[in-house]
């Protein structure tokens, strides 16, 4: 080795270094480039008497300055700043919506029951009578426009859920290709990294973690292996593997994921498998907030509506008929897996004496072992029955149609479409029931102190038949009486003891008689007749506003008003979504930390380049004027021997 391969070694080194900083510098910019750096090592040295004498330098290789853990770290970090920054697009959405003065459902609500109440201060109004099935009117079209509104929101998700799908798809795509590109640059490139494409490649990851986490496995050629949930493969080498959405087999108008296998089998992956990314974020939103809201608001509904209709039934309108239904109300939504192979669905019904316990959780009823298994999706909570029918959380359950096989299942939503299917049930204002159906009345004869109270008709309905007969109560002495129902002409009861104040209870009323009744005094309770001015049932229908007919269970009774039921729901999403801004916040916090952490060292540092750049300059010029010097020295010795 002379001095001229010395020379020529520290200058190709040094020009090197001057093509790998240049490199940096004009990358500064770029997303996802790592710094490069060369790597130099010693030529093999010669040995001679005096010792070994060197023979130069060589440039190894071209260092990619990157470190995968911290690299990992900002991976998970913007997975789940991610996850959050796509839920809480979302909920913000309800949560403007529900908390919404104006067009929430609270003015709503307050405004029908200040209808209900002008009846009971004018019950012959027409016009107040109008007013309050207008009132009626616009509370079922608010809760028709919410959950249309949250029915759009969950429209708008789906599609989201699909848009990342696709994307996802194509990153995939890219990345095996990207993948074979290394491969064979690498074996082309005597097992020398790719640094550029492997920058590309990394950025890929980078951008496609933020639609799902993803892990990743480095395999020895240089490729490595993406994979997502708890490993299924998404990218093994040169192979992608394409997600796909389908329709749930519980819902068909639910969209869940699947991946793609062999033979374009499928894989349907569980939301709980799909962690991190905008699409954890959108499917963690629909079913920890967008189904219970959806519920909670169909929760309401229905049991303000059937609280309503049954003291409206126990009511009488202007015509003296008994009162009918106020509102129509849908019934809970069943529906059978599409992998069932027997038939038929069970009749589910909201249960009138238990509506109170009515939850926001769907259900699934399973077939198993001869036995049918609920589960309540909320908590998983299970209970077992032989048979059918079942009163469970306010609903009834009865086989209907159904003839399973073993391990069929049927998805129940109870309150599902509550809030969509409430209507008002007639448009003619005196058919509201504000009059009691039965009146008392003392006879004139009575000689006694005795008072007998208006009396109030049994619920809940359905009421007896034989409710508006004419019966009389009589007293045989100061003590005892006697019940005729006289319409029917039946002795409905005879030598009663009495006691003032107790409930005396026949036909499906009920009343009561205080004082000193005298032998031969009688009390009436017969039809109403002609009572246009009668708001007795009226004012019952308006106590509901305020009465705790809601969030019960078996055992405790309920619990809340409908408008404390609605204001908690407006708490909890607004807890939710403060909830979930704090969490983002952090997340992205964590991801900007370890991203900077990982910049300090990977990043491109302008003034350190500038440095480098200098210093291989010098370099060059040193190993220029060595090259120089054996030039001179060569020259002199040809000389010499002239």
Known sequence: MSIFSIGVTGLNAAQAG???????????????????????????????????????????????IYDQFLG??????E????????????????????????????PALANFFKGVQDVAANPASIAGRQSMLSAGQTLAARFQALDQRLSEIREGTNQQIAAQITQINTYSAQLAD?????????????????????????????????????????????????????????????????????????????????????????????????TGGNLSGLLNFRSQTLDGIQNSLGRIALTLGQNFNDQHRLGQDLAGALGQNFFNLGSPVVLPSSLNTGTGAPAVSIDAGTIAQLTTSDYRLNFVGGNYRLTRLSDNQVQTFATLPQTVDGMRIDAGTWLPNANDSVLIQPTRSGASSIKVAFSDGSLIAAAAPIRTASALTNTGTAQITPGVV???????????????????????????????????????????????????????????????????????????????????????????????????????????????????????????????????????????TLQSLSGVNLDEEAANLLRYQQSYQASAKVLEIASKIFDEIIALGR
């Open 178 to 274: 990207i993948n074979q590109r290394i491969i064979l640059a690498q074996a082309g490139g005597a097992n020398q990294p790719p640094n550029d494409l492997l920058d590309q490649r990394d950025q890929m990851v980078k951008e496609l973690n933020q639609l799902v986490r993803v892990t990743t496995v480095v395999q020895g050629d240089g490729s490595f292996s993406l994979f997502i949930g708890s490993g299924q493969p998404l990218v093994v080498g040169s192979q992608s593997y394409q997600m796909q959405t389908v329709p749930s087999v519980d819902d068909p108008t639910r969209v869940t994921v699947a991946l793609v296998g062999v033979g374009g089998t499928l894989l349907r992956l569980p939301e709980s498998q799909i």
């Open 79 to 106: 997975a789940g700043a991610a996850e959050m920054s796509s839920y809480l697009a979302q909920i913000s959405q309800i949560d403007n919506l529900l908390a919404d003065p104006s067009a929430g459902l609270s």
């Open 18 to 64: 001057m093509l790998t900083t240049s490199h940096n510098i004009a990358n500064a910019s770029t997303a996802g480039y790592n710094r490069q750096q060369i790597v130099q090592g010693t030529n093999t040295p010669v040995f001679s008497g005096a010792g070994f004498l060197g023979q130069g330098t060589n440039v190894q290789t071209v260092k990619r």
């Open 72 to 77: 990992s770290q900002v991976l998970s970090a």
């Open 458 to 596: 049994n619920g809940p309905p359905p009421t007896n038949a034989s409710l508006q007969n004419e019966v009389t109560i009589s007293f045989t002495s100061a003590t005892t009486f006697d019940v005729l129902d006289v319409t029917s002409g039946t002795t409905l009861a005879t030598g009663v003891a009495y006691t003032p104040g107790a409930d005396i209870s026949y036909n499906g009323w009920a009343t009561q008689i205080n004082g000193n009744p005298a032998a031969g005094d009688s009390f009436s309770i017969a039809a109403n007749v002609n009572g246009v001015a009668d708001s007795r049932n009226a004012v019952l229908l308006g106590a509901l506003q305020t009465r705790s007919t809601m969030l019960g269970n078996a055992t405790s009774g309920a619990t809340a008003s409908y408008q404390s039921a609605y204001a908690q729901i407006v708490s909890a999403v607004g807890s939710k979504t403060n909830e979930v801004t704090a969490l983002g916040a952090a997340q992205q916090g964590l991801a900007d930390h370890a991203t900077q």
